[in-house]
């Protein structure tokens, strides 16, 4: 290349010919001076081998098996690769028509594992049979890990009971979904990157997993539906609707107010982030939940000391639901100054946290254990608004820390519905560890 440099530099000089026509003299004068070859490779040994690094380690070997391409692989099939292929234009097998981007002349084989433990799915899986004499739950892997990948589930024992969850992602909407025992059932899904979809599965033996519209509530707020959530300019969330059907929509107005989304997950579930200066949202109107039985249920983390996560108070009367000292969980009723504290819980992650406001008694309850109350004189209020992430209409207490779903329920709720919500919101955001040892739903969502 040093003659190539000197006899193009003279000649460009000489010439003072135009750049164009200087880089067609460097090409021609390039490709006149290789040598137009071919080569024939032969070996003694029976084979050929890349050492495309001079370690001393094949990374390619052809012979009379194939051809394999990857370090220390012998040719045993026609062509073995090890690690990632790309294949950028379409592909056939056993045929030469290729009118899709993967055709298949013949069968094709996948994976088959048989589980009789609880297991989660990853990448090497595809059809999974269930054959445990008991109780077993598969997990779906994190669908937005997962974009276009399909599992198929059978379920062979008719002793046991089979839980499917959707992991970081919801299987239809729901949570769940359960192949009963006594039944034999099977069920195929895709991820579209937001969920699980059921192509198809059995028609009998799999219920749906049971969630709070199977009740009567006063609001819903689910931070994992996105569908729910309605972004301002800086990409924050200005409205959470409400999924109760009543119409109860939170709002906030200001840009600088609004909770963050996209950035903090629970259990892979995405939660609203409050930054505990000033963020909140609102929705007025709600006097629906003034001077009644209500019963509050938040899956939230906190980080702060004295952090309100629900409120519908003023400073003269009303309630709010707050945390204690870090570790302490408190539901109070402003009017006659009664507390209820619930303890303790571990700061900085996420817990199910209860409130009832039940004149005369005000409770407060933590993952589902006991509950801690206090007879007073009961609640007024004459505050129309309900508010998320702080108190005295978004005024004092910011909450720092993430909200993940809250759930209001108006009048009266028997033990069986509250224990319901408490196994729904536990198995959904990974907290059923939390749950009492003797609770009803603690191996199991309702």
């Not at 071919?38 to 194939?66: E, K, M, P």
């Not at 996948?110 to 997990?139: K, Q, R």
């Not at 009367?317 to 571990?346: E, K, L, P, V, W």
Request: net charge negative; proline share 2%; charged share 15%.
């Amino acid at each position: 290349m040093d003659i190539f440099s000197i006899g193009v530099d003279s000649r460009l000089k000489s010439r003072k010919s135009s750049f164009a026509a200087g880089i067609f003299f460097v090409l021609s004068c390039i490709l006149a001076h290789i040598p137009r070859t071919h080569a024939n490779l032969n070996s003694s040994t029976g084979n050929i081998t890349f050492d495309i690094n001079n370690d001393g380690t094949s990374d390619a070997r052809l012979d009379s098996n194939g051809f394999a391409i990857g370090q220390g692989l012998t040719a045993s099939a026609n062509l073995h690769v090890e690690g990632n292929s790309i294949v950028t234009g379409k592909l056939s097998v056993g045929s030469t028509n290729s009118n899709s981007t993967l055709s298949i002349a013949g069968t094709s084989g996948f994976s088959i594992e048989m589980v009789s433990d609880n297991i989660t799915l990853g990448a090497n899986s595809h059809t999974v049979i269930d054959t445990a004499a008991g109780n077993l739950t598969i997990t779906l892997p994190y669908a937005g890990n997962a974009i276009g990948r399909l599992y198929t589930i059978k379920k062979i024992s008719l002793a046991n009971e089979l839980i499917l969850k959707g992991g970081g992602g919801s299987i239809d909407s729901l949570p769940s979904h359960t192949f009963t025992s006594g039944n034999a059932a099977s069920m195929t899904l895709i991820s579209d990157g937001s969920q699980w979809h059921i192509l198809s599965g059995s028609s009998s033996g799999i219920t749906d997993a049971w969630t709070p519209s199977s009740i009567s509530t006063a609001l819903w707020l689910d931070a994992n539906d996105y569908s729910t959530l309605t972004y301002g300019v800086s990409g924050n969330v200005s409205q959470w609707n409400d999924k109760s059907g009543n119409a109860r929509h939170l709002t906030q107005g200001t840009e600088s107010m609004h909770p963050k989304t996209g950035v903090t997950t629970l259990n892979g579930l995405n939660a609203l982030d409050f930054d505990g200066s000033n963020d909140f949202m609102s929705v007025a109107n709600a006097a629906w939940h003034n001077n009644g039985d209500i019963h509050i249920f938040s899956v939230a983390r906190c980080d702060g000391s004295t952090d309100i996560v629900v409120a519908n108070n003023d400073g003269a009367g009303g309630y709010f639901c707050r945390a204690q000292g870090t570790t302490q969980y408190r539901s109070s009723m402003i009017a006659d100054g009664g507390s209820a504290t619930a303890g303790t819980f571990t700061a900085a992650t996420p817990h199910i946290f209860e409130s009832k406001y039940a004149t005369p008694v005000t409770g407060a309850r933590i993952d589902g254990g006991t509950e801690v109350t206090f007879s007073g004189s009961g609640y007024t209020s004459t505050v129309n608004s309900l508010t998320i992430g702080a108190g005295d209409n978004g005024t004092t207490n910011s909450f720092n820390g993430e909200v993940a779903e809250v759930l209001v329920v108006a009048g009266v709720m028997s033990t069986g519905n509250r224990q319901k919500v408490e196994g729904y919101l536990a198995h959904k955001w990974g907290l059923e560890g939390n749950l009492p040892g003797d609770h009803p739903y603690k191996s199991s969502p309702p």
